[in-house]
């Protein structure tokens, strides 16, 4: 079953954003991509990925943190659409995640 929510959607002719949760192994990964000529221009390259991985065993607090039924994985992503949304979602649910101590990794490439 697949289980995701998009947290951030833009299409214009200079760019196309993506950024989706989902769970994979049992971990929250939030998912982004950027392609396009302003992306080109900023970065050199015409798109530019990057993904946050919440490992299973830090997730209890983030249910807890956002007041969702531990385990309850529709919920857990639904709160964090209303919570994490717009192009700075990535940034945002990262600086939350390290104000609470909760361990995540993030990984970007162009």
């Known amino acids: 079953m ?6 951030h959607h833009l299409e214009r002719e200079d760019i196309k954003i993506d950024i989706v949760a989902r769970f ?6 939030i998912d982004g991509y950027d392609i396009g000529k302003t992306v080109k221009e900023a970065w050199g390259d015409s798109d530019y990925e990057y ?35 717009g192009n700075r979602c990535f940034s945002s649910l990262g600086k939350f995640l390290d104000q609470n101590g909760i361990d995540h990794e993030t990984f970007t490439w162009a």
Not at 2 to 7: K, Q, S, V
Not at 52 to 81: C, F, H, Q, S, W
């Open 51 to 85: 993904v946050m991985t919440i490992p299973a065993g830090n997730l209890p607090a983030l249910y807890r943190l956002l007041e969702v039924e531990v385990g309850d994985r529709k919920a857990l992503l639904e709160a964090v659409a209303r919570r994490f949304h």
């Open 2 to 7: 697949n289980e995701f929510i998009t947290l």
């Open 24 to 29: 994979e192994k049992g971990n929250l990964i």
